[in-house]
Antibody, heavy 120, light 106 residues
């Protein structure tokens, strides 16, 4: 059974960079048929796709976030990561990592999510 | 960017009733449309993919239909555990989600 688990700080100061990691178990991140995504949910709101990374390092980002966003993949540790710079209160959200099949349009496995609060 | 609009925002129903949820896309997404259920404090759970295919382990009371720009999620007879928020999601170049429909107990 595939499992995804987010890790990172729960509190970030304004203007700082958020760093989150998603650890994948029960399957290899190097299986070249999946896109590994980050998705966030502002408190009490809907879902916003942030971007994805392929095992090769290929990325695609939400145009609204691309100027602040970096993603990387660590196949040796079966992890992928997100860095979001210049954090503001508007970035306070629950951040999820999720898996999508390369040639499909949906997310079949999700992490439990981690709340990130931006506050001084 | 494709915008998904869900209606209604809230659906108040009793257990055993039928729920019909709508998702409209601002342009055609073919059948690249999925539905998720989310309960408080949990990650979304995939219910339906490719507009009408139930995900593994999803009960038959959940069904999806539609193509192009208009899609429907139907829960044939609500069980107590079905009261939750439901999101639709599409993939064109990028992914996007609808704003959600809350199914609450009447």
């Amino acid at each position: 059974q595939v499992q995804l688990q987010e890790s990172g700080p729960g509190l970030v100061k304004p203007s700082q960079t958020l760093s989150l990691t998603c650890t994948v178990s029960g399957g290899s991140i190097s299986t070249g048929i999946y896109y590994w995504s980050w998705i966030r949910q502002h408190p009490g709101k809907g879902l916003e796709w942030i971007g994805y990374i392929y095992y090769s390092g290929l990325t695609l980002f939400n145009p609204s976030l691309t100027s602040r966003l970096t993603m990387s993949v660590d196949t040796s540790n079966n992890q992928f990561s997100l860095k979001l710079s210049s954090m503001t209160a508007a970035d306070t959200a629950v951040y999820f990592c999720a898996r999508a099949l390369e040639n499909a349009g949906h997310f079949d496995y999700w992490g439990q999510g981690t709340l990130v609060t931006v506050s001084s | 960017e494709i915008v998904l609009t869900q209606s209604p925002a809230t659906l108040s129903l009793s257990p055993g009733e039928r729920a019909t949820l709508s998702c409209r896309a601002s342009q055609s997404v073919s059948t690249y449309l999925a539905w998720y259920q989310q309960k408080p404090g949990q990650a979304p759970r995939l219910l339906i993919h490719d507009a009408s295919n139930r995900a593994t382990g999803i009960p038959a009371r959940f069904s999806g239909s539609g193509s192009g720009t208009d899609f429907t999620l139907t829960i044939s007879s609500l069980e107590p555990e079905d009261f939750a928020v439901y999101f639709c999601q599409q993939r064109s170049i990028w992914y996007s989600f609808g704003q959600g429909t809350k199914v609450e107990i009447k």
